[in-house]
């Protein structure tokens, strides 16, 4: 009886054993439509977020410079707090569809029209000949980074109908083509007839260019102006700024910092220093640069000085005196094609301690013959110093206008590309030589994106468009030398006339070389 009670006991009751199962049936059946609900909830709140704009944005407001979101995950600091509700939906697609390789996954029909109450404005100046292969992207990169307007001055391959009717689709961009009617204005122009510049005339080639980019850097100043520009750069389409140290790599944010009183900032250069012979993108296959002698501790730049020139004449291939932004203001003019002065008073500059201009020189094979081309020079040691500044120039013509494809190719492996990696390292570990990957990042996005591909294509339908209406296009473009030849307009020829208001105007500042051993002594 004992036994049969103890087993009566352990055993449980009908009445239970259905309460158990009754429970067991609930809870899966709980489990089961939570599962199925879980799907469809996440995809209906992604549908929600892509419906109001979370997946797809407009680049327009993504690469805005108001905005503080950075393609590629490049950003270095928090955003503003006012803009963290308008990131989060962004930042959670982000998360959810990012891939191994770099890209820009929001680019759709691509526009990019900036605040018009954006500041400070930011304008970019140039005088360019290149193709849309290099333009392109230098353009784009700078919009990236918060350039909002840019003055090109065009001639040779740059005003070519195929590559103007590109530029002038891309909005907060303006075309000026070198015709009679501007050479003309320019002859009238107050530094034409100034003794500031004089020493730069009637000499060709680098020194014609250099006239050239200081008449058109006036003409900008006026049309910077009138657009309500805030700062002026003047760049070349072989540089690109480096807005190192500024928040979110924002060039806009660098130059909001500056004090009020301060008229002139300065962009130390850096160069490149290219470790193949055959780069074809230089924006995308470049990521090391010698560091500006500014940008370094005296006792290193000295101490590695004879190492890091190699064979060549100088610490760097060209000039070494950087490029410099000025705010507009009355009375401002250019001062060569690297710095800006006043009438009226001496700038108040600021040399920047971080950022600097990226100078990409002789990166490709091929400049040594584009350098030979564009210039009518002798190929003597004599002659060319009136074609070029600089001894490094001079150099490569002679080399590029007497030696042979493969004796060109060994003097540019020689002079030009970084083969030694054991060097390389050194001068890395020293602080000479810099690996910079965010341009690199910001061009190959770019393109990754297909903005280049759908500029081009917009550009063409619309011309397409334009051409079944009857209009006309720009006309022929005058592309004359500003020497002192007999054949040029009446209106090129410069008569050298006395300065009108009295007082010392400084003479223009050309390219110049970097700090050499013989200035070792020199505080």
């Given at each position: 009886m004992a036994g049969g009670g103890v087993y009566s006991s352990a055993r449980p009751s009908a009445s239970s054993s259905t309460s158990l199962s009754s429970t067991q049936q609930s809870f899966i059946t709980r489990l089961l439509l939570l599962l199925t609900l879980l799907p469809l909830t996440l995809a209906a709140f992604a549908f929600v977020l892509q419906w109001?704009?979370?997946?797809?944005?407009?680049?327009?407001?993504?690469?805005?410079?108001?905005?503080?979101?950075?393609?590629?995950?490049?950003?270095?600091?928090?955003?503003?707090?006012?803009?963290?509700?308008?990131?989060?939906?962004?930042?959670c697609f982000q998360l959810l569809s990012r891939s191994a390789s770099p890209s820009f996954p929001y680019y759709r029909d691509w526009k990019l029209n900036f605040d018009p109450n954006l500041k400070p404005k930011i304008c970019i100046t140039t005088s360019t000949s290149a193709d849309l292969e290099q333009i392109l992207p230098w353009i784009f990169y700078h919009k990236v980074i918060g350039v909002t307007t840019f003055f090109l001055f065009v001639e040779g391959k740059a005003a070519s109908p195929n590559v103007t009717a590109v530029l002038e689709s891309i909005p907060g961009l303006k075309l000026i083509y070198r015709t009679r009617e501007l050479e003309e204005k320019q002859a009238r122009s107050r530094i034409w007839n100034e003794t500031w510049l004089s020493s730069f005339f009637y000499k060709p080639c680098n020194y014609e260019l250099f006239v050239k980019q200081s008449l058109n850097m006036d003409m900008a100043i006026v049309m910077a102006r009138d657009a309500d520009v805030d700062w002026i750069i003047?760049?070349?389409?072989?540089?690109?700024?480096?807005?190192?140290?500024?928040?979110?790599?924002?060039?806009?944010?660098?130059?909001?910092d500056v004090p009020r009183n301060v008229d002139m900032v300065i962009f130390p250069n850096y160069e490149s220093s290219v470790e193949r012979d055959d780069i074809k993108e230089p924006f995308t296959e470049v990521s090391m640069f010698k560091k500006n002698y500014d940008h370094l501790p005296k006792d290193t730049y000295f101490g590695m000085y004879k190492e890091a020139i190699r064979s060549n004449p100088n610490y760097f291939l060209t000039y070494g005196n950087g490029k410099s932004a000025a705010r507009i203001q009355d009375h401002l003019r250019p001062n060569g094609a690297h710095r800006w002065h006043n009438y009226m008073k001496t700038p108040n500059e600021?040399?920047?301690?971080?950022?600097?201009?990226?100078?990409?020189?002789?990166?490709?094979?091929?400049?040594?013959?584009?350098?030979?081309?564009?210039?009518?020079?002798?190929?003597?040691?004599?002659?060319?110093?009136?074609?070029?500044?600089l001894e490094f120039d001079r150099l490569?013509?002679?080399?590029?206008?007497?030696?042979?494809?493969?004796?060109?190719?060994?003097?540019?492996?020689?002079?030009?590309?970084?083969?030694?990696?054991?060097?390389n390292l050194r001068l890395l570990r020293k602080g000479v030589l810099t690996r910079i990957y965010t341009p690199m990042s910001i061009v190959k996005g770019l393109r990754e994106a297909g903005v280049f591909r759908s500029v081009i294509q917009s550009a063409i339908l619309l011309k397409?468009?334009?051409?079944?209406?009857?209009?006309?296009?720009?006309?022929?473009?005058?592309?004359?030398?500003?020497?002192?030849?007999?054949?040029?307009?009446?209106?090129?020829?410069?008569?050298?006339l006395e300065m009108e208001h009295g007082g010392y105007h400084a003479a223009a500042v050309g390219p110049q070389s970097p700090p050499g051993m013989v200035d070792i002594h020199l505080e």
């Open positions: 109001r704009g979370g997946l797809i944005n407009d680049p327009t407001t993504r690469w805005s410079p108001d905005k503080y979101q950075f393609p590629g995950g490049m950003g270095t600091s928090n955003p503003p707090l006012d803009n963290v509700q308008s990131s989060s939906s962004s930042d003047h760049l070349d389409t072989d540089e690109l700024l480096h807005p190192a140290g500024a928040r979110e790599y924002s060039l806009r944010q660098l130059l909001s600021i040399k920047l301690e971080e950022a600097a201009v990226l100078h990409y020189t002789y990166p490709k094979f091929s400049d040594l013959v584009a350098r030979r081309d564009r210039c009518s020079c002798k190929p003597t040691t004599e002659d060319v110093k009136r074609c070029f500044m490569a013509f002679i080399i590029a206008s007497t030696g042979t494809t493969e004796e060109m190719r060994n003097w540019y492996r020689e002079h030009v590309v970084w083969t030694d990696k054991s060097q397409s468009s334009n051409s079944s209406r009857g209009a006309t296009g720009s006309g022929e473009i005058s592309i004359r030398k500003m020497g002192g030849r007999k054949e040029e307009s009446k209106g090129t020829a410069r008569k050298v």
